[in-house]
């Protein structure tokens, strides 16, 4: 099982002893995943992914980013919530209206951040300008002094850096490379799409989430201790509101069983959950969101 997972994902270790103790990850990882599938009763699946060799620890210090806290200085381009006074359509699926890039991967980089901002900005201008262009991670990542790189970021920040700098390159011109910090400053200044401001949801509001949700994909910070072998269904917890992670609502919906659900883009590539994406149940009792999704949400505006 282990040699068909490692051929399967192309993964090499450095000696015999790395690979006996990867053994022993993945064969802890997969008696959790049994263990989880056979007691059944869950609103969603999980299984064995590229992610199957990290323990769990690894895995949230490789692909999250650590607690981010907000900081009180302001940063420009901050204008009032918008969706305030309106009646939300009872569903939206945003990549069935052809606004949504292919799922992207952020790699081994805490750089959810910036995919997350650069997933709602790509959106929003195929929505205000009827053009869907990918754009640059790498520029976030490596000219937005706001932020902090592959050490963690904010989806606001990151809208307000675009909004200081007069725009974003496209992904083509300036294209991912994590472990490459310094900022080219032709790049920098070659503005694909441009934005004059952004929007930050009220806190602990599902409501008006949804009611942003409804016109726009709106970037999130979540919790995504438990994300690691989702592989399907509503994601309904356990998850606490240890934001350390970010990732785009591109929709929500209901299942057949009358569960709400977000549609939430993510950055792991198309072979983790969903075809990259996981739903996660809406409406739920604590004010907080699921896994505190409603607590720092913001969009960018055009």
Known sequence: MFEQWIAQHGRAYEDKAEKLYRLGVFT?????????????????????????????????????????????????????????????????DWRNKGVVTPVKDQETCGSCWAFSAVASMESINMIAKGSLIPLSEQQLLACDDNDDGCGGGLHYRAFSYVVSNGGITTEANYPYQPNESTCNSTKQSDHAVSITGY???????????????????????????????????????????????????????????????WIAKNSWGTSWGDHGYILLKKDVAQKEGLCGLAIRASYPII
Do not use: W
């Not at 990882?29 to 009763?41: D, I, K």
């Not at 999250?64 to 359509?89: C, E, I, W």
């Not at 008006?208 to 994601?235: C, H, K």
């Open 199 to 261: 929007g930050i949801v009220p806190t602990n509001d599902e409501k008006l989430l949804m009611n942003a949700v409804a016109n726009q994909p709106v970037s999130v910070s979540i919790d995504a201790g438990e994300f690691q072998f989702y592989a399907g269904g509503i994601f309904d917890g356990p998850c606490d509101t240890y934001l350390n992670h970010e990732v785009t609502l591109v929709g929500y919906g209901t299942d057949e069983n009358g569960t709400a659900y």
């Open 28 to 92: 802890r990882n997969m008696e959790h995943v049994n263990a989880f599938l056979q007691a059944g009763g869950h609103s969603y699946t999980i299984g064995l992914n590229r992610f199957a060799d990290l323990t769990k620890e690894e895995f949230l210090a490789t692909y999250t980013t650590g607690r981010m806290r907000p900081s009180d200085a302001s940063y420009p381009g901050l204008q009032p919530f918008r969706y305030v006074n309106m009646t939300a359509p009872s569903s939206i």
